[in-house]
């Protein structure tokens, strides 16, 4: 993805109905917007899902589509931010697989705990 801090909003929305996420930006008084959507239509320029038209596909098979696709981009942010909350050394160690991230709200408290651990090994 050429935006990449779209996944960052998008992951922020996570919960909501988001059905596009584009940047925009105004140049000789037009904006212009570029990005992605569950279908062609939402925003000007922006293109939809492939094969997913409104007119031919019904309403829940773009949002499953939609759904999916949004699903792989947030499953690519989280095993990024996973290999990077592992750090390098993990990766030298040969740990450098991407696994997929805790729930939500576990990362804090499971980066407090490799901390404590790893502050147990140092003494």
């Known amino acids: 993805m050429r935006d990449p801090q779209l996944l960052a909003y998008l992951m922020a ?6 059905q596009a996420l584009a940047n925009v ?6 904006a212009k917007f570029s990005g992605k959507s569950s279908h062609k239509g939402l925003l000007p320029d922006v293109g ?14 773009i949002a499953a589509a939609w759904e999916a696709e949004t699903g792989r981009w ?10 990077y ?4 050394r993990a990766r030298a ?12 709200d576990a990362l804090p408290a499971r980066r407090a705990r490799d901390h404590d651990s790893r502050a147990e090994e140092d003494a």
């Open 48 to 61: 939809g899902l492939p094969g997913m038209n409104p007119n031919k596909v019904p309403p829940e098979q």
């Open 85 to 88: 909350h592992r750090g390098p």
């Open 25 to 30: 930006s105004l140049a000789n008084g037009r």
């Open 93 to 104: 160690a040969g740990r450098g697989c991407l696994p997929q991230l805790p729930p939500d």
């Open 13 to 18: 929305e996570r919960g909501r109905n988001v």
């Open 74 to 83: 947030l499953h690519g942010l989280q095993m990024l931010a996973a290999a």
